[in-house]
């Protein structure tokens, strides 16, 4: 599928600024429409979209008014209440935004352009307590999710699986965490990133303030992502309604030894705080998840090298840390 007419939701943000770079090198003839919250569009507009509409997933009137707008053969939904740690104390807006907004646009799509695909970005926190079997979890795994954005990820993946019975042409994606240049520092790397290069600038006392750092996670480079969600939208037509995959990268990563990594990497030292606020109530030691199914039915695997991804997260927060105040 080459799709004359696209749909990003969430297109100011971290993946989705990567991914409309990625779109326009993909499909140079498509006309793009990109969708954000108000607040979220940058004042200079997001140069690879042929439109900028402003959408917000509290605002279901105004995601159906989008959805007919832009009349798209394919939707890329990324707009979401991303935050883990934020969700705990978020209480409504999680649910209303990942669950009730992304039902609105997935009816507005079945009413008004039924034949549209829509790609979902989901989560591989979904499972959750499943990781404590110590497995390599594929799409089989039960859903156990151990915090907020992860339950209503999970319950929208569910739904979505649902409407899929009813003529939704969705396919439900599972990906890992992802890394890369541009990421807001409320995330893991991004945070470590962005410390490293601040005390390396001499703009923060050699201190780096963590969560736990005895847990092991999945990396994915955003660019690999963005080329995972390409090849879906060009291989819709052979893929089944409902379809679900993992994104995954095979290695999960100690957070203590990425740390330690782009310390080297910056060649500082610093004494390391473990922050109280930044652990979580419930938390999974573990994540490990199988992307076979995507490898076989879309050709993808991840192509961006780890000590790839991680200079050019430092690379950029070193370019930021020259003008971010302190403090900031």
Same mark, same amino acid.
């Given at each position: 599928?080459?799709? %004359? ?61 989008? @959805?007919?707008?832009?009349?798209? +053969? ?28 992304? $039902? *609105? ?21 979904? /499972? ?10 594929? +799409?089989?795994?039960?859903? $156990?999710?151990?915090?907020?954005? !992860? ?7 569910? !739904? ?8 939704? $042409? ?8 992802? @890394? ?14 962005? =410390? ?18 005895? $847990?092991?996670? %999945? ?49 500082? +030292?610093?004494?390391?705080? =473990? ?15 199988? *992307? ?19 200079? +050019?997260?430092?690379? /950029? ?5 020259? /003008? %971010?105040?302190?403090?900031?």
């Amino acid at each position: 599928m080459t799709p %004359e007419r696209l749909l990003v939701t969430g297109a100011a943000g971290f993946v989705g600024r990567h991914f409309l770079a990625a779109a326009r090198d993909a499909w140079p003839a498509a006309h793009i429409t990109a969708a954000a919250r108000a607040p979220d569009l940058p004042p200079e507009g997001l140069p690879q979209a042929d439109a900028v509409v402003p959408m917000d997933l509290l605002d279901q009137a105004g995601i159906a008014s989008a @959805v007919r707008d832009a009349r798209p +053969e394919a939707c890329v939904h990324l707009a979401a209440f991303s935050d883990v740690a934020a969700s705990f104390g978020a209480g409504d807006a999680v649910w209303r935004a990942n669950v009730d907004g992304t $039902r *609105a646009l997935a009816a507005a799509i079945l009413a008004h352009v039924p034949d549209c695909v829509l790609l979902h970005a989901g989560s591989a926190d979904c /499972y959750g307590l499943s990781f404590q079997a110590g497995l390599t979890l594929d +799409e089989s795994a039960a859903f $156990r999710p151990a915090n907020p954005y !992860a339950a209503s990820k999970a319950a929208v993946d569910v !739904a979505l699986g649902e409407m899929a019975l009813r003529g939704l $042409r969705v396919v439900r994606l599972r990906p890992v965490n992802h @890394v890369g240049p541009g990421q807001s520092p409320r995330f893991a790397v991004a945070s470590f990133a962005r =410390q490293v290069a601040l005390v390396a600038a001499g703009r923060q006392a050699p201190v780096i303030s963590t969560g736990a750092l005895d $847990r092991w996670r %999945e990396f994915l480079d955003v660019a690999d992502v963005c080329a995972a969600y390409v090849r879906v939208v060009t291989g819709a037509e052979s893929l089944p309604a409902g379809a679900v995959f993992n994104l995954a990268s095979g290695a999960p990563r100690r957070l203590g030894d990425v740390l330690a990594d782009l310390l080297a990497a910056a060649g500082v +030292e610093a004494r390391i705080e =473990q922050a109280a606020a930044a652990l979580r109530p419930v938390d999974v030691v573990r994540v490990s998840c199988s *992307a076979a199914a995507a490898h076989a039915a879309l050709g993808w695997a991840p192509a961006v090298p780890w000590a790839q991804t991680l200079a +050019e997260t430092l690379s /950029y927060w070193r370019q930021v840390a020259a /003008y %971010e105040p302190v403090g900031a």
